[in-house]
């Protein structure tokens, strides 16, 4: 390519960059074109212009400075696994020469990029140690001569061993000479730019990478978020719009139906919560086109009632329902439930059972030849109201005459394409209501960015007992032992204990139902530099509790996503009926599982679980009137990163509260897809948290433009920038609707 030619998105890297160089940068993160590596974006900025002295170096603020390295001291740590590594370095700025010690903790990178006679800009915060001042694990960037004289702010990059931050800087230099407006050009119409003061694109390129000023990379963060809302936006706008245009069987139900003779079976009130979410969620069934609604509410909160009122409705006007669950544990539970609230009303086709009732029936993948036939015959002939269930739920020979609602519990747990799929067994699109007890990054997000209609119940059903939660340092041998007796005592009046571990087994990597930690574990150490038993599993507690004389009358039952179904369910009887006093299991039991008499729970190795997983596994205790207790054990550090989650749930029973420092700490997820984790969203620079109000802003431009006569086809270049930054998975859902 010749210097005046200009890039474009899609050209490769290895025309700017050269072979080799390409496929390092391919190898450390996944980039081949110029696209690519321009949405590389930076994290922060160091600024040399508002450099400190060493001599002038205030304890307990942050601070940069430049300095020189002197030395490099390497030691093993006493209290834990690792080593320490202590830089001296001295100031590039000051005559003084004074010296400041940096700490790293095993630091790899920093053993490797501070070699001697080096200078590197640092930022942290500054402590004192042994009347020493230091830096503990500062950001750092190494600097040449050019750079040193430089006085524009520094751009910090996510960056890799191999391929530091310096490296990152060279390559952009490149990739920024070649681009312009010819083969990047603006997408974004005018007057949205103008009216929401949105730098161009070109510009903004430049400025987010090679800023004069801090204040100008984070106008550019601007552009880049709410370009990335206005995508976004578009996209949900014109599923919204085709949603709305779409047709739908009203659901009005009847005066005398089957939800009023229901609603008179009930021996309580409705709380407050429970009745706006009702009104809420029965005004869209009556409406001409499909309900797409969240409900959102506290574990406990009383949303499956909600739900099955919704569903009488849609009975009472002819249509059929069913409830899509993510594991065949709660869809059991909610089986059980659904009969056991309606009593008489849910023996339809029964021998002398109430005109108005309906029939409920199960479908899971373990059902037998002939209890499947019986239930697909059910479906089929619109003989069966209420059809629960897991995935088998979305097989092609599930039929149904007249599907008017899907529930979806634990929404999160479903992709798009299996929400959709159960969508599609309707005529006419069915109306959707999708629940969550604890809403996780993607659901929270997908609130904010105003998909899903929202109904939100914080109110807890009376009877709902408080519930204590503390985190138990496994490395004291006395909490070792206390652990173990708060178990014996609660078994011993009566009551019953839910231990929760990360794994089945040692064998197993995973189980169906269990996400892999968040983070690994690096410390090998307790802070009493014991070593740190391996994580703990079903099978080995299993084992642990029944070697134990204070269990040895204890009856202790396992349950996992290992077992056969029958095995499953005989362990649930078990502990529900309260034969069986202690339950261990995996996250199986996180949702829907409802034992009124379990007050304790103990989750094991904790830091394996996030913060929504923790908050609905104590959901499970103290919901029969008697105060709960949750204990999460950890082997960890209390500094450690890890354990600030668990003292995030330890803090607050508020599940709302939670999900927003979940979302900051593991970020929004694929808004548009199946992924759930953060690491793979399709978000660079826009925060849900942080940018509501950018995004509230460019919903209102997108849907200005989506409303308007010709819509987005006013504008081809935006059409085109939408198409393409959705995949191909999610235009397809747009376009099914």
Known sequence: MTASAEFTNETPLDIVLGAASARKVETAFGYSTVGQMLSHFPRRYMEIGELSKISELPVGEDVTIVAEVKSVNQRRMHSRSGFLLEVLVSDALGPEQSTLRMTFFNGYEAKRDLQVGSTAMFSGKVTLYRNHLELTHPEYSLLDAAEEADPRPIPIYPATAKFP?????????????????????????????????????????????????????????????????????????????????QPATSRSGTADGLLAAFDKTLPFTLTDGQL???????????????????????????????????????????????LLAPTEVLAQQHYQSIKKHL?????????????????????????????????????ASGETGILVGTHSLLSDMVRFVD?????????????????DALRSKADMPPHMLVMT???????????VFGDLEVS????????????????????????????F???????????????????????????????????????????????????????????????????????????????????????????????????????????????????LMVIIDAENFGISQLHQLRGRIGRGGLPGTC????????????????????????????????????????????????????????????????????????????????????????QAAVEEWVDEDMQAFLERG
């Open 165 to 245: 931050n310096k490296k990152i800087r060279e390559v952009m230099e490149l990739v920024l000479a070649g681009i312009g407006t010819a083969g990047f050009p603006e997408f974004i119409p005018d007057p949205v730019l103008k009216s929401h003061r949105i730098p161009g694109r070109v510009v903004s390129y430049e400025h987010i990478h090679r800023p004069q000023t801090v204040a100008q990379g984070y106008a550019a963060r601007k552009r880049f978020a709410f370009e990335e809302a206005f995508l976004l936006q578009l996209a949900l706008a014109q599923r919204r719009a085709h949603r709305m245009k």
């Open 485 to 599: 007796a708060r178990m014996a005592e609660e078994t011993a009046k009566g009551h019953q204990v839910y231990v929760v571990c990360p794994r089945i087994s040692e064998k197993a990597v995973e189980d169906d139902f269990l996400p892999m930690p968040i983070e690994p574990t690096p410390d090998t150490t307790a802070s009493d530099g014991a070593a740190k038993p391996a994580t703990m599993t079903v099978e080995k507690m299993l084992e642990l509790l029944g070697s134990m004389d204070i269990f040895a009358n204890t009856e202790i039952r396992a349950l996992h996503g290992g077992m056969p179904s029958e095995e499953k369910a005989d362990a649930m009887m078990a502990f529900d009926s309260g034969r069986a006093s202690i339950l261990v299991s995996t996250t199986v039991i996180e949702v829907g599982v409802d034992v009124h008499n379990a007050t």
């Open 343 to 379: 009593g008489s009303l849910g023996t339809g086709g029964e021998l002398g059972s109430d005109p108005r009732a309906t029939r409920v029936d199960l479908l899971t993948g373990s059902a037998g030849a002939a209890e499947r036939k019986r239930v697909l015959l059910g479906a």
């Open 631 to 718: 204990l999460m054990t950890t082997w960890l550090d209390a500094e450690h990163p890890s354990v600030m989650r668990l003292k995030a749930v330890e803090s607050t029973t508020d599940g709302f509260l939670l999900a927003e420092s979940d979302l900051n700490e593991r970020r929004e997820g694929d808004i548009l897809g199946a992924s759930q984790s953060g690491s793979r969203s399709t978000l660079k620079v826009l925060r849900v948290m942080k940018d509501a109000k950018l995004i509230a802003r460019a919903r209102e431009a997108a849907e200005s433009i989506v409303d308007g006569d010709d819509g987005l086809r006013t504008y081809p270049g935006l």
């Open 456 to 483: 939100l119940m914080r109110t807890l059903p009376p009877g709902r007992a408080p519930i204590a939660t503390h985190i138990v340092p496994l490395q004291l041998p006395a909490m070792q032992q206390r652990l």
């Open 403 to 419: 599907l008017g609602l899907v529930v979806v519990d634990e929404q999160h747990r479903f992709g798009v394409e299996q929400r």
């Open 276 to 322: 706006i979410a009702g009104r809420e969620i029965a005004d869209d069934l009556v409406r001409g086109h499909p309900m797409n609604r969240l409900l959102q509410g506290e574990v406990g909160s009383g949303k499956t009632l909600v739900a099955l009122r919704a569903m009488l409705q849609v009975i009472d006007s002819g249509g059929q329902t069913a």
């Open 437 to 447: 007890a604890t809403p996780i990054p993607r659901t929270v997000a997908m609130t």
